[in-house]
């Protein structure tokens, strides 16, 4: 298992979680460390690039990942 590419600069942990940490570290262990083909936010990175991931947008949203990209492809298609 490798750290997810966007760990240093991921906004969802420096900025959300920061009162948070029990839950946030659960989170980070699943996803970050873990398999990040299964976080909402890698989703929507990945699909639409950087600076695109709602910053609302939990890693454990899937359904509302990819609701977002179907409609951001929709709109750009
Ligand atoms: S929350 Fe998702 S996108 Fe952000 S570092 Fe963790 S696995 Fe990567």
Known sequence: MTDCPCLPKCPFFH???ASMPTMANQ???KYCTG???DCARFMVFKALGAGT???T???SQADQ???FIKTAQATHA
């Open 15 to 17: 900025d959300r979680m």
């Open 27 to 29: 989170m980070k262990a």
């Open 35 to 37: 398999d990040n083909s």
């Open 53 to 55: 991931v709602p910053a």
């Open 57 to 59: 947008l939990f890693p």
């Open 65 to 67: 990942a990819r609701a």
